[in-house]
Structures are given as structure tokens and as C-alpha cells.
């Protein structure tokens, strides 16, 4: 149906202008409903997934949090025809470590908000990964074999973590901070996993051990690269963080560094 289902948030609603983000998954506008500034997205997500965000922002929201809140349309639905009208979130990126400070205490209400929420339809955690091939993005067999052997011991470091849902991709294009609240914005990767996947932040800004920054940050690379990695294995942000994976020395190396 396109743009023309915004006809279903009423009379008083225009789109004004396309906004960054979303490139090649959706098409993200500002939009203006009954008089207030609002944002629209249109992808070709599952009825399935967009009740799963729909609901989770509903839920955040209720809890207190800054998130992109859904505006129902006339009849009282979250999402119509693939698209999410949702509020409009002002503020800044964060740029010192007292931001990222304030990022990673956000990101712990996350994570203390939605212990033993339902995974995401369709989604695959990393450790899901340790043994299935594909889960929505993710497809390993796409990926050089060495480079999945890779990825999975970095997995691996995760098993048996308490899980809740993670943003996914808390980079500072998808912050929005002012002085009293921090909102995180875009919630396309949002999905169950080991929280640690959300916390290998700047300046080490969660105040995690070495032990625990190196699993996260290894992790997280290899979520990333699994996440953007196209058959052609082109995707430069995919090879760079497959990069970053360190190799698995064999039990031979394991002995001779030890």
C-alpha cells in the first residue's frame, strides 16, 4: 500500500521530509499528525515483528523510559500496512564519557525491563547461533567458514547468560540525549540476547572488568559482521568488524602461549 496508509491516522496527517537511517530496510519520514511532529517508517517487515516492537516500546514507555512511542491510528492499531508512526524524539548524541555514562545506565533499564521477554519472530540470539545456521539477517553459510568458526567462539564466551532484549545497535547516530533523560531511538536490531552485546560502549563507559569488556566487545564484532555480511562479502562495516574477531588458536598455539 505505500505511504498512502497513512490515510489511516486521519485527516490532519502530511509527510514532510525523508530522514537519514533505515537506508535499504526502510523509508523513514518526518511526518506531522494532528499538529505534532511525529516520525513515520515504512519497511516490509511481519505483521509478526512489528506487533513485537510495537508492544515492547509500549512497554518500555509505561516503565518510564525515552523511547519512540507508536501513535495509533484512528481505529486504534500500532502499525498499518508495514508502517509505524511513532513520536518524535529530540536531544543530542552523547559525546563525553559522562554521556556514555548515562548511555550505559540507560541500556541497564533495558536489560532489567524485559528479563524473560519472548524473542523477537524470526530472530536468532548469538548463542542461538552457536548451533543454528540463519535467523532473519543472519545467514552463516554466507560468511567464510574460518570466519564462522570465528564468530561462534566468540559466542561461545555467552552461553549460559541471563538474556533480556538489546537495542542492538547503540551507536551514537541512534542516541538522543538532554540534560534529565537519554531516549534511544531505532529499534530495527532489537531482539533477545545476553545483554553484554549492548555494552561494549566508548570509554568503556559500563565499567566492565577487561575480562567481561573483552567477551562484549568480541562479541558485538562478530554480531555486527554477521549481521551485515552479503554473499559477496563487499559489505566493508561487515569485513572490518569480521576483522576484529581474533582467531581461535588451535590447542597447540593454546600451549605454546600459555
Not at 568503556?204 to 555480511?229: H, M
Request: aromatic share 6%.
Amino acid at each position: 500500500m505505500g505511504w498512502e496508509a497513512l490515510e489511516q491516522w486521519g485527516d490532519d496527517v502530511v509527510r514532510i521530509e525523508p530522514l537519514t537511517g533505515g537506508v535499504g530496510v526502510n523509508e523513514v519520514w518526518s511526518v506531522r499528525v494532528n499538529g505534532h511532529l511525529a516520525v513515520g517508517r515504512l519497511g516490509q517487515r511481519s505483521d509478526a515483528d512489528l506487533a513485537w516492537e510495537t508492544d515492547l516500546l509500549r512497554h518500555l514507555d509505561r516503565e518510564g523510559m525515552s523511547v519512540p512511542v507508536p501513535i495509533p491510528t484512528t481505529d486504534g492499531r500500532h502499525f498499518a500496512d508495514g508502517l509505524v508512526v511513532m513520536t518524535y524524539v529530540e536531544g543530542r548524541s552523547p559525546e563525553t564519557e559522562a554521556d556514555w555514562r548515562r548511555v550505559a545506565d540507560t541500556l541497564r533499564q533495558l536489560h532489567r525491563f524485559t528479563h524473560g521477554w519472548p524473542q523477537r519472530p524470526g530472530w536468532r540470539s548469538s548463542t542461538d547461533l552457536l548451533h543454528a545456521e540463519t535467523g532473519t539477517k543472519v545467514d552463516l553459510g554466507a560468511m567464510p567458514p574460518e570466519g564462522v568458526v570465528r564468530c561462534r567462539a566468540a559466542w561461545a564466551r555467552l552461553a549460559g547468560r541471563t538474556t533480556s532484549v538489546v537495542h542492538g545497535d547503540p551507536n551514537p547516530g541512534n542516541i538522543r540525549m538532554t540534560a534529565d533523560r537519554v531516549a534511544m531511538i531505532d529499534w530495527d536490531e532489537s531482539h533477545v540476547d545476553v545483554p553484554d552485546l549492548d555494552l561494549a560502549l566508548p570509554h568503556n563507559a559500563a565499567d566492565l572488568d577487561d575480562d567481561a569488556y573483552d567477551i562484549a566487545a568480541q562479541a558485538r564484532a562478530a554480531w555486527e559482521a554477521a549481521v551485515c555480511w552479503d554473499p559477496s562479502g563487499t559489505d566493508r562495516f561487515a569485513v572490518k568488524r569480521l576483522a576484529e574477531v581474533r582467531a581461535v588458536l588451535s590447542s597447540s598455539e593454546s600451549t605454546e602461549h600459555a
